[in-house]
């Protein structure tokens, strides 16, 4: 299958890519009459101008072979310049390879056992980092509940311990958007790399882009046999090695000083020194559930209270005034984050928390191209920009002109309803991954 509508210029005009030259005009009549500024009201004449620009292409024999035709690499590279290479959801710096990783901790006290997992596009060396975090915690406040957080601790460990879990639908994304950004920026060599691992990808459409852009590139002389890239990710014993002595540090120096009061005359010594062990544990415990507790980060907030319906968690610069306005309304059961990114570069620019039955507005917003995205979920994870616990996100189908401002035009207003469970046109689905990126 090749890509017969790569711009998307017969969905504008809602036919096939085998439609005739007269089906077209037809198409275009009508829907031009619906969307022209001039006669209808409430249109939006960036809906207008796509339909024109696609019917202008379309309706010229030459133009639309052109069109028809492959997808070719620079074309590509064109329509890829706003990509960006995707950075590490930790230390910001550009990853090639990245994964999407969930780091699983476990705190307990008494009967209760809490799973608060680290979630986030990682590099290499921030997930060793991070990996080695979740399991120090775990290996100290995990076990401390019965009857089952002793399984659930050596569970998680064991889990960071082989580098985390993998989302790898998202990562499929994640390496696409790298392979395409590289592209753009004339790396060719790393983006054919990353393609190259692609060409049997999950996801259907992923995997026909990256054919077409290896059959590209190799036509043009790229040689699979020179071009290799290195798996930084290969599980390395002595790091391995690390979580499970984590693992075993508890037991083994509970277990030391047990023994030891069995052995001593100073019976009542050595129990107070194992009182000593767990006391401060247990309090560290408790200001952990209280959110009190987080170890050292560097660039992410700590965001264990709820934030006010309405509050703004993201902004990428000072809000523009007058600016644009868009309000939204969630009437559903859930807590939801909304954000607005830049259209091409997927760039968030702000994202904005709800309350359930609630309507927030995002004000300030700058002249640009935008899509809004949403996602459900309960519990806010580090950084404060998306959910830990969401299974779902989405977008807006439609992408937002917002230009009116330097137009002369004054600020406008976009409205949009949350749905819990949006039907295939009413929104594209997104991964979570991809929805918690800034
Ligand atoms: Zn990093």
Not at 213 to 236: F, S
Not at 322 to 336: L, V
Not at 414 to 421: D, E, K, N
């Amino acid at each position: 299958m090749r890509h017969s509508d790569p711009e998307g210029l017969y969905r504008a005009l809602g036919v096939s890519p085998a439609a005739d030259p007269d089906e077209i005009k037809l198409a275009y009549r009508r829907l031009a009459k619906q969307t022209h500024p001039d006669t209808a009201t409430g249109a939006s004449e960036f809906q207008f101008h796509k339909i024109y620009n696609a019917y202008k292409i379309l309706s010229d024999d030459e133009a639309r072979a052109r069109y028809d035709r492959r997808f070719t690499l620079e074309d590509a590279e064109h329509s890829w310049l706003g990509i960006h290479p995707v950075k590490c959801s930790r230390c910001a710096k550009v990853t090639a390879q990245p994964r999407a990783l969930t780091f699983d901790r476990i705190f307990s006290i008494l009967f209760f056992s809490f799973h608060r997992p680290t979630t986030g596009v990682f590099c290499t060396r921030c997930a060793q980092t991070e990996s080695v975090r979740a399991s120090f915690s775990t290996a100290l406040f995990g076990w401390w509940a019965v009857p089952s957080a002793p399984f659930r601790t050596l569970r998680a460990i064991a889990r960071n311990a082989m580098g985390g879990t993998r989302d790898r639908e998202a990562e499929e994304d994640l390496l696409w958007q790298n392979s395409r950004a590289f592209a753009a920026q004339g790396n060719r060599k790393l983006s054919y790399a990353l393609a190259t691992k692609l060409t049997d990808a999950s996801d259907p459409e992923i995997a026909e882009g990256a054919r077409e852009l290896v059959e590209d590139m190799e036509a043009r002389g790229a040689n699979p046999r020179k071009i290799k890239l290195k798996d930084p990710w290969r599980i390395k014993p002595l790091a391995a090695m690390t979580h499970l002595m984590l693992a075993a540090i508890l037991p083994v120096g509970i277990g030391g000083v047990a023994l030891q009061a069995m052995q001593s005359d100073e019976v009542v010594e050595a129990r107070t020194r194992s009182v000593e062990v767990s006391v401060p544990a247990v309090n560290t415990v408790a200001a952990a559930i209280q959110g009190d507790y987080e170890p050292r980060k560097p660039t992410v907030r700590n965001c264990w209270k709820e934030p006010e319906n309405g509050e703004v968690l993201y902004r990428i610069n000072p809000r523009v005034a007058p600016g644009h306005e868009i309000s939204i309304m969630n009437d559903t059961q859930q807590a939801a984050i909304v954000k607005v990114r830049s259209a091409f570069s997927k760039r968030l620019i702000a994202a904005v928390y709800m309350y359930p039955h609630a309507s927030a507005a995002l004000k300030g917003i700058p002249d640009g191209y935008y899509v809004v995205q949403y996602a459900f979920g309960s519990i806010l994870s580090q950084g404060c920009v998306t959910f830990s616990d969401t299974t779902a996100a989405w977008q807006f189908p439609d992408t937002q002109n917002l230009r009116s401002i330097a137009e002369g035009d004054g600020p406008r207003q976009l409205q949009y309803s949350l749905m819990s469970a949006p039907s295939a046109g009413e929104a594209i689905d997104v991964a979570p991954v991809i929805f918690g990126q800034n």
